[in-house]
């Protein structure tokens, strides 16, 4: 079965916990203040658990939210009550053109796919389902960062029980790796590497201006060191 299919479930939110909402508060401040207000409905894609999407409607935005994982999506609503949540895949978007006024994506919720014309395919989606003018965020990974930075074997405890995480990169597929076990379980998290430069290229090629670039939610310049890429531009 593809990695993805299988991880993003239970033990994926037991192993991400930390990933709270005081993280998404600070987040959705970010975004609003480098957007300001949005005349129309704002869409989380990848949105996981919904945790952007309940602050983001606390900061007074329209939202709907949109993940693969059925069992997250229901963990949200469990947590946080209702809200606007759709199940779909991100390469093939339930949504008419020109639907959104915003879109964001958090946390390398990209990537996920072995092909690159897959991956591309979302920024397509992306870039259909918004309106012209509209704005957005996108939070990926540092690649430079996360290469020098790689830890190959790491244990910890989750809800879920014991964990063992080893990591590697692979040069050939471009990609980060995690083997991921949990107790009698065993998960694989597969994320394809793009630099500043492949995903300049690939926004463009899809109607999207780069406005900003970011490397920290304090909104410090990217550098080799910086934790995360951050991109905010416009739809054109």
Known sequence: MTWYLEWFGEEYLDLYSYRDEEEARRQVA???????????????LACGSGRHVRELEAQGYSVAGCDLSLTILRAGLREYGPMNLARSDMRQLPFHDGTFSALVNFFTSFGYFTEQEENLMVVREMSRVLR?????????????????????????????????????????????????????KRFIEKVRAYDLDEIKTMFASCQFSIDQVYGDFDGQPLDSTSPRLIVVGTRL
Request: glycine share 6%.
């Open 132 to 184: 012209v003018g509209a704005p957005y965020l996108f939070d990926y990974l540092n690649m430079q960062r996360e290469i020098e930075n790689l830890v190959p074997d790491e244990q910890r405890l989750s809800e879920s029980g014991p964990v063992h995480i080893q990591r590697w990169f692979d040069p050939v597929s471009r990609t980060f790796n995690k083997r991921i076990a949990i107790e009698s």
């Open 30 to 44: 970010f975004f609003r203040a480098k957007v300001g207000e949005v005349p129309g409905m704002v869409l989380d």
